[in-house]
């Protein structure tokens, strides 16, 4: 399969012929790839897949729950990684926790190892201070896209606790998170259905008692 | 060679060059733009690190190195309190009169150690094991300390089983739990994980009895672990066919299993044991029911008669239901 170039010289177009039928090879293994890397895919969101398309509440099994707070005007983030960090430092410096406290970001924080030894328990008190305010639109916007950044959609679903003077931002910010593409449920609380005497909101991993449940998403 | 066919060679490796140029880039264009991002389960990629290819001699799992690790630098040979009648090392009660799991104060600073950074792992997504690389381990050899670490062990193949659930985990994640389950220093929350384990291993009676010794010691009687911990001894009798003890424990199984609803939690397990033991119809059975009791009349029926084999009342009960459901649906 030969012809003759203006120049005089010949090109052997079995060359060509070669590489083409290379090509459309390699094109039809990339699009099996393609594919079987979309059947994953879709496999994948089947397993995790809200089973029904109203807010029944349901829990996504291949995603954590994160917690966040709107009370007093303010949006908060809970201490629980930094509450970590204080207990495994008091455990390097070889001595244990029974409860211990710190305040962040407008939050008091308290963790308790519990009764029998398998979990921790979380106590936290929302001050009106330090956090980031409601009524700042650009300020809170920031705040969200970050915590979109920390906790990606794939591995977490955020879990909001409001208080009832924050109704109206609550739905501004789950509505601003289901556009991004994050799963969101929310738990309306009320002023003296606290926790105990102090805290606003008691959580728990790994503790077994009868008056806590899974957190659950809608 | 002359000067022609030498140009000719020339302009046909020019084109040959410059169009397998082009089929490259665009290869590397198309693998960048289909290809998933995410990089492979960390899990596979340390576990491949740790035991690097060693011709004729199988390495230690990274675990296992790690209590070794532990053993060889041992300090001291205090031992834990022992029961003087059993002899077993006993749980030390203190507090509103629930029992403690842990038997002494270093236990517990491991324990506490270990939990955090199992926990701060998970809230901060990193795979499970980077918490054991981060565990700081100044214990000398204690049988608590090893038992705790084999406890972390067993937890995070565990963790990554119920994360992928991926059967080459299987055998592994049985292993480690057994052992664990095994120790004097065993709790309810490991004869449940090892009850797990076992079940998906194959190794039916073995999980059942670890499941039964789990729920005999539960501190509660509600929440969706003890409810979990429930329904697989059903799916033990249902493989076992224990026909008696599995309708008797299904007819109670919405009181003791309050989060039954959450369907989504569960039946991909039951799934992969149908596909696993296809002679066990009383796995439909109990899959029918749970739907049932949701209210998906089409699936629950769809398993109900799945069920086949089943003889004498078995049939005539799950007959009952199928009559039950195509009434409700008519």
Request: hydrophobic share 40%; glycine share 6%.
């Amino acid at each position: 399969m030969n012809t003759t170039s203006q120049r005089g010289f010949n090109v052997d177009l079995s060359v060509l012929v070669d590489i083409i039928s290379n090509a459309a090879g390699m094109m039809i293994l990339f699009a099996c790839m393609s594919l079987l890397v979309q059947v994953d895919k879709k496999t994948e969101q089947a397993v995790d897949a809200k089973p029904i398309d109203f807010p029944l509440s349901y829990i996504p099994t291949n995603k954590s729950s994160v917690v966040f707070a709107l009370k007093n005007g303010r949006f908060y983030r809970l201490p629980d990684q930094a509450l970590f960090k204080e207990v495994i430092r008091q455990n390097r410096l070889n001595k244990p926790i029974s409860t211990l406290r710190l305040e962040k970001d407008g939050v008091l924080g308290a963790i308790e190892f519990t009764q029998l030894g398998l979990g921790y328990r979380f106590y936290y008190k929302l001050l009106d201070k330090d956090a980031a305010l409601l009524n700042h639109p650009g300020a809170l916007k920031d705040e969200l896209d970050d915590i979109l950044k920390t906790y990606p959609k794939n591995q977490y679903y955020i879990t909001l606790y409001c208080w009832p003077d924050e109704f109206a931002h609550l739905q501004d910010i789950r509505e601003y998170l289901i556009e991004q593409g994050m799963v969101v449920s929310w738990h309306p609380r009320f002023p003296g259905k606290a926790d105990g005497e102090t805290w606003d909101i008691v959580l728990a991993r790994g503790d077994y008692d009868e008056n806590f449940t899974t957190i659950k998403a809608q | 060679m002359n000067d022609n066919s030498e140009t000719t060679l020339i302009y046909n490796g020019l084109i040959f060059l410059v169009i397998s140029g082009c089929i490259l880039a665009s290869a590397t264009v198309a693998c960048w733009l289909l290809l998933p991002k995410e990089p492979l389960p960390q899990f596979n990629i340390d576990m491949a690190q740790s035991q690097p290819m060693d011709a004729g001699k199988q390495k230690k799992p990274w675990w296992d190195q790690l209590v070794d690790g532990i053993r060889a630098k041992v300090q001291g040979k205090q031992m834990v309190k022992r029961d003087k009648d059993s002899g077993k090392n006993v749980a030390v009660a203190h507090g509103s009169g629930v029992p403690s799991t842990l038997t002494s104060e270093e236990q517990m600073i491991l324990r506490q150690m270990i939990i955090a950074e199992e926990q701060l792992a998970s809230v901060e997504g990193r795979p499970p094991e980077s918490a054991a690389k981060r565990l700081s381990t100044r214990h000398g050899y204690q049988p608590w300390a090893d038992y705790e670490l084999q406890r972390m062990a067993a937890r995070i193949v565990g963790m990554n089983y119920e994360r992928t659930r991926d059967p080459a985990l299987v055998a592994e994640y049985a292993r480690t739990a057994t052992a664990v389950a095994s120790s004097d220093y065993a709790n309810f929350e490991d004869y449940f994980h090892a009850g797990h384990a076992n079940l998906f291993a194959g190794n039916i009676d073995q999980a059942r009895n670890f499941l039964l010794n789990a729920e005999k010691q539960w501190p509660v009687k509600t929440g969706m672990v003890r409810g979990l911990n429930s329904l697989m001894i059903l799916m033990c009798d249902a493989i076992s066919n224990r026909q008696t003890e599995f309708f008797a424990r299904l007819e109670t199984l919405q009181e003791t299993f309050q989060d039954w609803m959450f369907t989504e939690v569960y039946l991909p397990d039951l799934v992969i044991l149908e596909a696993a033991h296809p002679r066990a119809p009383l796995l439909h059975v109990l899959h029918g029911r749970l739907l049932d009791m949701a209210y998906n009349d089409a699936a629950a029926l769809q398993q109900y008669r799945k069920a086949e084999g089943l003889v004498g009342d078995s049939k005539r009960v799950v007959q009952s239901w199928i009559e039950e459901v195509e009434a409700r649906r008519k």
